[in-house]
């Protein structure tokens, strides 16, 4: 990941490659405190990754929402899409995406997850919710900690035209609005909001940014089918707690109740198994989708997953575990 990295910061601007980096953190993964203890003379001739969750994938590691992907590619989120798929890996399409939702629907032709971002403009992302529903989204991805942009993770955009950054959301601008305050992240979001968007779209809402296991509970009692357990890439909260540290408690408050999702830091397979191990359902990857985008466009992306899903299944098979069930917490041991 560290040769992809650096090949992405010779391709994209400086002013690009420093928007895509706000916030993240450096130094030794987060997972590296996890170690394992492998199970031994099983038969691990034969390895299945595949899991169903808001759709059926070939692999538990998927994209993660992030924003502009034509910012780094020409390709976008199309490109992203369709190498995802390729993969059977979960894609999340960004509510500040650079493509239109249609379009990437279209690239995708099956299961795909939206995320949502609750605008002051409420108007506004009720209309996209039911676009992507329309469009055939199997979930939504409620983002929970963003009542306001994070200064972790610095202010300001690199050049973007507004043609692209505001491709979805222009349409349903209310007449003389200024846009850009109408698609402000609503400071007044709740957990009522759950139940709402599910009403409206009729698609399961799973909440991400949670850290904490008491709010995993609210969520979910508030009718949420999943959590996000997830740091927003170290752009919000200063100092939050690590991903890697936060899941297991999370894992064990919502048990069978709900599905349990991760990302933060996740850069090999053997980081997807420890957080697999540790009660996630999924995990997700962020920043290094940007990096293979912007090396590679979709062939890059697909490089990425692929490797990853390779590398889960031959640690699997060392762990002693064939499939995605026999990933357990006995397997883990904190450093």
């Known amino acids: 990941m560290i040769e992809l990295a650096q090949r992405a910061e010779q391709t994209l601007a400086p002013d690009v490659w420093a928007y895509l980096m706000r916030g993240a953190r450096r130094g030794e993964s987060p997972w590296e405190n996890w170690r ?21 994938w070939r692999s538990p590691i998927g994209v993660a929402p992030t924003a502009f992907h034509r910012l780094v590619h020409a390709g ?3 490109a992203s899409a369709r190498a995802a798929v390729e993969c059977g890996a979960p894609f999340v399409l960004s509510m500040r995406a650079t493509t239109r939702i249609e379009e990437v629907a279209a690239a995708v032709g099956g299961p795909w997850w939206q995320q949502v971002y609750l605008m002051r403009d409420r108007g506004i992302t009720d209309a996209l919710v039911q676009r992507a529903a329309a469009a055939g989204a199997t ?54 909001d759950i139940g709402r968007l599910a009403d409206l779209t009729g698609l399961p809402v799973i909440v991400k940014g949670v850290l904490r296991a ?36 999370i894992a064990a408050a919502i048990g069978s109740d709900a599905a349990v999702l991760v990302d933060g830091g996740v850069r090999d397979g053997l980081d997807a198994l420890a957080a ?29 997953l692929t490797g990853l899903q390779d590398e889960l299944r031959h640690s699997m098979g ?16 904190p450093r």
């Open 76 to 78: 976008g989120e199309t």
């Open 318 to 333: 060392l762990a002693g575990a064939t499939c995605i069930s026999e990933l357990s917490p006995d397997l883990v041991v």
């Open 276 to 304: 697999l191990a540790l009660g996630a359902d999924a995990v997700f990857v962020g920043r290094p989708i940007l990096w293979a985008l912007a090396s590679a466009g979709a062939d890059g992306v697909r490089s990425v």
């Open 139 to 192: 979930a939504l991805v409620l983002t929970g900690d963003t009542p306001y942009v994070g200064r972790s993770g610095g202010r300001g955009l690199p050049p973007l035209d507004d043609a692209l950054a505001l491709v979805n959301v222009a349409q349903h601008l209310a007449p003389g609005a200024d846009a850009w305050e109408s698609i402000e992240q609503n400071a007044g979001a709740v957990v009522d």
């Open 214 to 249: 008491d709010e995993a509970r609210r969520c979910v009692d508030a009718g949420a089918a999943g959590v996000w357990v997830s740091d927003h890439g170290g752009r919000q909260l200063g100092r939050a707690i690590e991903p890697a540290r936060a899941l297991p408690a």
């Open 36 to 56: 394992f203890a492998p199970r031994v003379l099983r038969d691990v001739r034969s390895i299945d990754t595949s899991t169903s969750l808001f759709g059926t």
